[in-house]
C-alpha cells in the first residue's frame, strides 16, 4: 500500500481506529457477569498467552505479557487457585515449570469468546452488507499490516516481525529455555 507524502496523514484514520477500539472493549465488557469466574482483563491476556503457547515456562509467559517474573508467579498463583490453568514441573528439565490450561480454562475462554460473538452479531446485523464486507477486509489488511515488519526493525530484509499480542490467529510461538 503506497503511503501518503505528508506525515500525520494517518493520524484521522488512527483516530477512528482508536475510537472503534475503545467501543469494542465495551462491547467485550458486556455480557461478561455470565461467564464465572470473573476474571480480569491481566488475567484473561493471561489466559489467552498459555492458550497460544501451551506448555509455556513462567518467564517465557512474562515476556509474552510484558510482565516481571514476581507479577507473573502472582498471576498464575490466582488463575491456578481459581482452577483455570495448572503449573507442572517440565518433563525434562527438572528446573522448568509449565503452564498449561485447564478444561475449565479452555471452557471459560470458550464462553468468552461467544459472548464476545454474540454482541458482535449483534452490532454487525445493523450494518449494511456492503459495510460488512468492506470492514472484514479491513481489519484483514490491518492484522497483515500489524504482523509485518517495522520501520524500526533491525532485522535481515524479507524477515517479519512477530505479530502484535492477539493479532495472530496462528498459535504463538514461543521459547521453551529458561
Known sequence: MPRPARSGAYEEPAAAL????????VLHARG???????????????????EGAEGVNLRALGELLGSR??????????LEAMGLLV???????????????????RA?????????????????GRMAPAAVDSL??????????AAGPTPADSSPAGACAPPAPGLSSAPARVPDSA
Open 69 to 78: 517474573p514476581p507479577s507473573v508467579t502472582r498471576l498464575c498463583d490466582r
Open 18 to 25: 482508536a475510537a472503534a477500539a475503545e467501543l469494542l472493549a
Open 136 to 145: 472484514v477486509a479491513g481489519l484483514a489488511a490491518f492484522r497483515e499490516a
Open 108 to 124: 471459560l475462554l470458550d464462553e468468552q469468546r461467544a459472548v464476545r460473538v454474540r454482541e458482535l452479531s449483534a452490532v454487525l
Open 87 to 105: 503449573r507442572s514441573p517440565h518433563p525434562s528439565r527438572r528446573r522448568e515449570v509449565e503452564v498449561r490450561l485447564t478444561p475449565r480454562g
Open 32 to 50: 461478561q457477569d455470565e461467564v464465572a469466574p470473573a476474571v480480569s482483563p491481566s488475567q484473561l491476556r493471561a489466559l489467552l498467552a498459555v
